[in-house]
């Protein structure tokens, strides 16, 4: 197990051409998960190749247990890498995909054996060491993949997108047995995707990347409550954040979110703040669990425009401020498209961004009191 820092990383590929890896620092523990989350092209398989050493940084520098190993060959890293596309030997059987790079470092034959059989176990592939590739399912030869890896009892795991070929359901099952060979190994990984889903499930820590970027990095509980931008916050969530254009004003010392959605307005509260929101046009953030049936305060009546029921939820879309806005309900509510239902906003999770920059804005979640402190108007 290891340490791994990245300090100030920059990559780029030549001379006028924009950087691929923007001074990029992370930092995790001995033993933690770290996940590389974004849309494609956002840089986050580069940098792992870089990490790996199958790419050479341009600026800055890789520390893994506190060595620079910026310089060194991919072989001198003492890491194991897991491809999107397995890259096993077809003519090899399972057993001998497992064995090579064992082989390579001239391991005594007893303690190939006992590795194989280990990992063998680990993935329960045991019944499968005498196949080759061919015979294998997707999911058993991501297996296989995972086992040559895991053989070699390396210092750094690196996983490039490994369950992307996989269909949902295997995907699921794979996420779930990941996450349990990490709790019983406890080596030190860092996981690529662009999966939001496994961002959530799998990682200790999240770094979210655009364009060469990390825009946020923290535990994926802080990536998904705190969102440090509007990228952020519309890319880590399923369904995800609901973006409302609204205009603040003050008003007995109170900031108020101006919303109306077609058959009432509500001044939503945003608690205690500075003078420099008053009267300007933001961006109003939600998520779609933050929308529960009721009269209460920071309530508002709404039209139902379209119903989708995925099973432990309905997910229900209205229209506040001219924008379809998502509310996750109880799979047994009962409203139809055309319906008019009461709706209760949190504005105590009500998150603010900056129009243009999309950058949030410092806020903060408002106390406990202002949830009391909501003027609701019903009708024009």
């Not at 054996?113 to 993935?123: I, M, N, P, T, W």
């Not at 509310?327 to 709706?343: F, K, N, Y």
């Amino acid at each position: 197990m290891a340490t791994l820092e990245l300090r100030n990383v920059n990559k780029t590929y030549g001379s006028g051409l924009p950087d691929t890896l923007k001074d990029i620092q992370l930092s995790i523990k001995d033993g933690e998960f770290l996940i590389l989350v974004g849309p494609s092209g956002c840089g986050k398989s580069t940098l792992m190749n870089c990490i790996a050493g199958l790419e050479q940084i341009t600026g800055g520098a890789i520390l893994i247990d506190d060595q620079d190993v910026s310089g060194m060959s991919p072989k001198d890293r003492d890491i194991a890498m897991v491809f999107q596309s397995y890259a096993l030997y077809p003519t090899m059987s399972v057993r001998e995909n497992i064995e090579f790079g064992l082989k390579i470092r001239k391991l005594p034959p007893a303690a190939i054996d006992e590795e194989v059989a280990r990992v063998a176990k680990l993935l329960q592939i045991e019944h499968l060491l005498a196949r080759k590739p061919a015979q294998l399912s997707g999911g058993q030869q991501q297996r296989v993949a995972m086992g040559r890896a895991l053989a070699r009892r390396p210092k750094l795991y690196l996983f490039d997108e490994p369950l992307s070929n996989l269909d949902a359901k295997l995907r699921v099952e794979m996420r779930t047995e990941m996450k349990l060979m990490h709790q019983r190994l406890k080596t030190t990984t860092v996981y690529v995707t662009h999966d939001q889903i496994e961002a959530m499930t799998l990682g200790d820590k999240v770094a979210v990347m655009k364009d060469g970027i990390i825009q946020q990095f923290g535990t994926p509980q802080q990536i998904y409550n705190d969102p440090a931008n509007q990228f952020v916050a519309s890319f880590i969530g399923s369904p995800p954040m609901n973006f409302i254009p609204v205009r603040v004003v003050k008003r007995d010392g109170q900031l108020l979110a101006l919303l109306d959605s077609g058959l009432a307005r509500c001044e939503l509260a945003l608690g205690m703040v500075g003078d420099e929101l008053d009267g300007r046009e933001v961006i109003l953030g939600l998520r779609p669990e933050q929308v529960s049936l009721g009269t209460g305060p920071a309530g508002i009546r709404a039209q139902v425009q379209v119903t989708e029921p995925t099973g432990p939820d309905l997910l229900v879309f209205v229209t506040l401020n001219n924008t379809k806005v998502c509310c996750r309900l109880a799979p047994d509510v009962a409203c139809r498209v055309g319906d008019c239902l009461d709706l209760q906003l949190d504005p105590a999770r009500v998150l603010l961004f900056d129009a243009e920059s999309g950058e949030r804005l410092g806020l903060g979640r408002p106390p406990e009191a202002v949830k009391d402190n909501v003027a609701l108007f019903k009708g024009r």
